[in-house]
């Protein structure tokens, strides 16, 4: 239970591996506040996983929409008394070859993935300030340091990831904030279900491990970062990735 009594935040815990990483800080004693796009889909994972254990409540808007992310953040620590964890994990795609790719389809990227998790960093960095403690995990992709083709917008997104997380790992340290980033390779959900035959193929055959990841194995290493023992790490990027990258 090692994280008995403290407020988790996030992003995208509704469902693929936001919803592994919900269920594993509920698992160790956390308090969860999910976010996810609309009511109809958080409402229901809120149901499924609230129990007499389980302090769990669900909220529902657009990571991109600062105000709206500040004024939820606002009411989130009114619910919960305070925030002492984030993961930004709410991410989208939008893949195609650049020659196709439509302004759109880069802004709606950009936007969600990046200044989505800028909006929520900003959002609890006073709070957290204040309380001179933090944990902020910032879940990019190996696309971000790699590269991938039909992936420029979500790519570009995910390096960005990097450069915030180093960013505000150097900014927040003073007030033993840590910000660290999740680099997750192949793994089960339903964003990896979109991905066609061919390319599922290409990545399996460079996984060292053989096999895609699950949405378990990502909460992991999330609930390490998050954790006491993490004390002493910050502006990293941890690879969960089978060895795809390395
Ligand atoms: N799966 C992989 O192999 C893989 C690999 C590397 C990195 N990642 C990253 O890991 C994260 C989770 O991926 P996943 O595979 O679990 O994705 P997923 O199954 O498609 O789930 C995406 C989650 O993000 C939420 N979300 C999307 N847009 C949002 C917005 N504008 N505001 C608030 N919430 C929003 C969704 O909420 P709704 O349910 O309400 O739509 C959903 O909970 C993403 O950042 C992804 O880029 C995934």
Redesign the pocket.
Known sequence: MRFEGKVVVI??????????ITKRFLSEGAKVAV????P???DPVISDLSNTDNEIRGY??????REKVEETFKKIAEDFGTIDVLV??????RDTLLMRMKEDDWDAVI???LK?AFNCLKAVTRPMMKARKGRIIN?????GLTGNAGQAN?SA??AGLFGLTKSAAKELAARNITVNA???????????DAVSDEARDAFLRNIPLAR??Q?DE?AAAIAFLASDDAAYITGQTVNV?GGLVM
């Open positions: 992003t995208g815990g509704n469902r693929g591996i936001g919803l592994g976010i996810g796009t609309r109809e889909s958080v529902a808007l657009n990571v991109a929409d930004n994990n709410a991410g989208i795609t936007d969600i993935n989505g879940i990019s992709s190996v696309v979500y997104s995910k999740i680099a997750p390779g192949y793994i089960a959900t339903e964003m990896t895609p990841g949405a990502v990735d």
